[in-house]
């Protein structure tokens, strides 16, 4: 069964990083579009990065833009999301999909997004 699983997910203080993975089973990444996205509490999803499957090319959101950095490691069939500088307001749940756009606004997933891992950011 295809599927993705996100991991990596925990508390930290504000000012700390983690980083998320994102591990394919039942079907290789190599080549497809990986996007990452965020659900708070009461917001709507918000994409917040993604990475080209053809030319590695990555785009970032400005709420995250130079201290996320997603990448990919298609030999362990797994996508990154190294998180840096982390800020209160980035607690959510966050999701990997291998989706069908690299924009992050209109971005959508082949079938759903993963079951998510829980980032809180509080001292």
């Known amino acids: 069964q295809a599927q993705l699983v996100e991991s990596g997910g925990g508390l930290v203080q504000p000012g700390g990083s983690l980083r998320l993975s994102c591990v394919a089973s039942?079907?290789?990444?190599?080549?497809?579009?990986i996007g990452w996205s965020r659900q708070a509490p009461g917001q709507e999803r918000e994409g917040i990065s993604s990475?080209?499957?053809?030319?590695?090319?990555?785009y970032y959101a400005d709420s995250v833009k130079g201290r996320f950095t997603i990448y990919r490691d298609d030999e362990k069939n797994t996508a990154y999301l190294q998180m840096n500088s982390l800020k209160p307001e980035d607690t959510a749940v966050y999701y990997c999909?291998?989706?069908?756009?690299?924009?992050?606004?209109?971005?959508?997933?082949?079938?759903?997004w993963g079951q998510g891992t829980q980032v809180t950011v509080s001292s």
């Open positions: 999909a291998t989706v069908d756009s690299l924009d992050l606004a209109t971005m959508s997933p082949f079938g759903s």
């Open positions: 039942g079907f290789s990444l190599e080549y497809y579009d």
């Open positions: 990475i080209s499957g053809l030319n590695d090319s990555t």
